[in-house]
């Protein structure tokens, strides 16, 4: 196929807080290539998943959830959304109807001020409005979608359920028919930009995300320290280092007797097997680094600020 019909763009998902952009990337892509878990501020940085077929190839980009700035790594999360934006061909934001139909004032609060910003922007922009499995009477969109084509006059206004997948494809074949035409610009077979060991370390966290209480799992992060292939025994050896900002919060970690990182290792370990591929040897340690979050240095090496 010539490259003169051929479609490849990047598309930035943006959005608040637990919208849902990393559960429509996932079902999007037909394939698990970030982590998922009902606390908001899951995602801390820019996570790149491709779709490629005969006609198209769609760089996602899941960026943080938009909210208010506190420390330095909140800041550094914000400036991923930024950076993602200034690289897009497509903007998408993601949007909870279910919210927004509930407390109407949310969404001037949450997204006026990125309306403001974005307002001059002349790029395709995509609001997907997530969630309309959460309520039967569909009616009751019509104020939001008032709303958000004052806020968005020039945007395409997309319902749709991540979560069941209602409306994907259609959502897929409008956003094909607003990329720019060019050649693909990664090989077909690849489904994200990011490493094994960044991906060994989110599905790591996701697990302390289910597992920990409400205010736990902001101040814990993962490190993959040691990989290695042992020849002898056919495994994958992977020593993770879990980070937590004071001891008490170690102690929830570990749990009683061992038994929430135990639980903890068993269920990242699985998922990880599904990952490579193959046998998997995981050990999982605790260690207490206060103030990470505010630690520069330490978050450069995580991954988590541009260098």
């Given at each position: 196929?010539?490259?003169?019909?051929?479609?490849?763009?990047?598309?930035?998902?943006?959005?608040?807080?637990?919208?849902?952009?990393?559960?429509?990337?996932?079902?999007?892509?037909?394939?698990?290539?970030?982590?998922?878990?009902?606390?908001?501020?899951?995602?801390r940085?820019?996570?790149?998943?491709?779709?490629?077929?005969?006609?198209?190839?769609?760089?996602?980009m899941?960026?943080?959830g938009?909210?208010?700035?506190?420390?330095?790594?909140?800041?550094?999360?914000?400036?991923?959304?930024?950076?993602?934006?200034?690289?897009?061909?497509?903007?998408?934001?993601?949007?909870?109807?279910?919210?927004?139909?509930?407390?109407?004032?949310?969404?001037?609060?949450?997204m006026?001020?990125?309306?403001?910003a974005?307002?001059?922007?002349?790029?395709?922009?995509?609001?997907?409005?997530?969630?309309?499995?959460?309520?039967?009477?569909?009616?009751?969109?019509?104020?939001?979608?008032?709303?958000?084509?004052?806020?968005?006059p020039?945007?395409?206004?997309?319902?749709?359920?991540?979560?069941?997948?209602?409306?994907?494809?259609?959502?897929?074949?409008?956003?094909?028919?607003?990329?720019?035409?060019?050649?693909?610009q990664?090989?077909?077979?690849?489904?994200?930009?990011?490493?094994?060991?960044?991906?060994?370390?989110?599905?790591?966290?996701?697990?302390?995300?289910?597992?920990?209480?409400?205010?736990?799992?902001?101040?814990?992060?993962?490190?993959?320290?040691?990989?290695?292939?042992?020849?002898?025994?056919?495994?994958?050896?992977?020593?993770?280092?879990?980070?937590?900002?004071?001891?008490?919060?170690k102690?929830?970690?570990?749990?009683?007797?061992?038994?929430?990182?135990?639980?903890?290792?068993?269920?990242?370990?699985?998922?990880?097997?599904?990952?490579?591929?193959?046998?998997?040897?995981?050990?999982?340690?605790?260690?207490?680094?206060e103030?990470?979050?505010?630690?520069?240095?330490?978050?450069?090496?995580?991954?988590?600020?541009?260098?």
């Amino acid at each position: 196929m010539s490259t003169s019909t051929f479609r490849c763009g990047w598309v930035a998902l943006m959005g608040p807080p637990n919208a849902g952009k990393s559960t429509l990337l996932n079902a999007l892509l037909g394939q698990k290539v970030t982590i998922v878990t009902p606390k908001p501020q899951t995602t801390r940085n820019q996570i790149v998943g491709i779709l490629s077929d005969d006609t198209a190839q769609m760089i996602f980009m899941d960026t943080p959830g938009l909210t208010q700035v506190r420390g330095r790594l909140s800041k550094t999360m914000i400036q991923a959304v930024w950076q993602s934006l200034g690289q897009a061909d497509v903007i998408m934001p993601v949007l909870d109807s279910h919210l927004y139909i509930r407390h109407p004032e949310y969404l001037e609060r949450d997204m006026a001020p990125v309306a403001e910003a974005l307002a001059s922007d002349d790029r395709p922009m995509l609001v997907v409005v997530n969630k309309v499995d959460l309520f039967a009477d569909k009616s009751r969109m019509l104020p939001l979608l008032t709303r958000l084509h004052e806020m968005w006059p020039k945007a395409e206004i997309f319902p749709a359920s991540a979560l069941l997948k209602d409306g994907l494809s259609e959502l897929k074949d409008l956003l094909r028919s607003r990329l720019p035409e060019g050649p693909a610009q990664f090989p077909e077979d690849q489904i994200s930009t990011a490493s094994l060991r960044f991906m060994v370390a989110e599905i790591v966290r996701e697990k302390l995300f289910l597992h920990l209480r409400q205010e736990v799992p902001y101040s814990v992060a993962v490190d993959v320290e040691q990989w290695e292939e042992d020849a002898a025994t056919g495994q994958t050896v992977i020593h993770a280092v879990i980070y937590v900002a004071r001891p008490m919060h170690k102690a929830m970690v570990i749990g009683r007797a061992g038994a929430g990182i135990k639980q903890i290792g068993t269920e990242a370990r699985k998922e990880i097997v599904e990952l490579l591929e193959g046998k998997v040897h995981l050990e999982l340690w605790v260690k207490v680094r206060e103030h990470w979050t505010e630690d520069a240095a330490f978050l450069r090496d995580l991954g988590l600020m541009a260098e």
